[in-house]
């Protein structure tokens, strides 16, 4: 079957399943993922115009690669599949992008570990966190993550989380961003093995996967300062309070200050800090064009980005209605009671009646609660 994506042209095989093409080499769910990844290499060569070499780590039909490399990076796709590495060969070639770029058929992280890469791109079946040490060993400038596992990324799955990613995930209402905050927080310590230092310079979430684009600074003192980002997270089962504190010890709530249950989840180390940066996310705005195929979605999310609060983790209005047994009502409305009550809100890329703000659980009931019939 034939795909056309960014202006790039593939052949990818095909299979008929239901009446609908399907292939294994090509996922179109990911084509949003696709087209900030190119919008987001263009904001950053604006910024670190010496970065001119991609490595596509796990290139399947090669759709990325091909991508960057017609968009003008000097691109690598590796695979350890040889009938990956044919098509991505012959899709570089359909686009006349042969001569700059290269397929390798090798072991990634043996790749990663002699060849230096201004920037890596990683998106493997499963956790990212196999590939994580080699890619920070010796990338330059920038390391692109997709992790599709989110179950055990939001404590589902909770001993497949615990053992990819070295902390404590909980599963809470919050789930999406407890996997970017567990994803982030064993990426930074894995950074930090090799005295680096990583920010996320931006980052997007959906159940389906985390997705995260980390400037490095090799440097110890910068690997500190990320590491000074992490710390852990008390939850209340019952009314849904949390509080986060920073540090790599854990002191958690032994009961919750709200409700007096004893319920209480702890997660971490999960990064605490900003995932994304508001400046950058405008600049990946802008160098979206009409043509991308999800450009007024990708647009979208990245407004909604630059507006969400840094708070460490979202709210979801129905479920605080439905645990204080009153019904929702509309979210303009809520955050509006919030804000006139003198807190922070905002909306977030979670989902439409997800919300952040600087009020606790306590201080949203007393500020939305008289208009919630
Ligand atoms: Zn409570």
Sequence with gaps: MRVTEGGVELEVPGEQTAGVEESVFYNPRQELNRDLTIATLRAFRERENRAESYLDAMTASGIRGVRAADDGWRVTCCDIEEDAVDLAQANLERNGLENGSRVEHRNVNALMHEAKFDVIDLDPYGTPMPFADAAFA???????VTATDTAPLCGAHFNSGVRSYSAVPRNTDYHTEMGVRILLSALARSAARFDVGVEPIFTHATSHYVRTYLELD??????????????????????????????????????????????ILVA?????????????????????????GTAETARELCETLEAELDAPTYYDQHKLCKSWGLPANAMDEFLADLRDAGYEASFTHYGGTTFKSNASVAEIFEATEANLE
């Design 218 to 263: 090799r440097k110890a003192t910068a690997a500190d300062a990320a590491l000074e980002e992490l710390g852990h997270l008390s939850h209340c089962e019952d009314c849904l309070h949390r509080e986060a504190e920073y540090g790599m010890t854990a002191n958690p709530l032994e009961s919750c200050p709200n409700c007096g249950s004893e319920r």
């Design 268 to 292: 971490g180390p999960i990064w605490l800090g900003p995932y994304r940066d508001r400046e950058f996310t405008a600049e990946i705005r802008e160098q979206i064009p009409d043509a991308f």
């Design 138 to 144: 010796r990338c330059r400038d920038l390391v692109c």
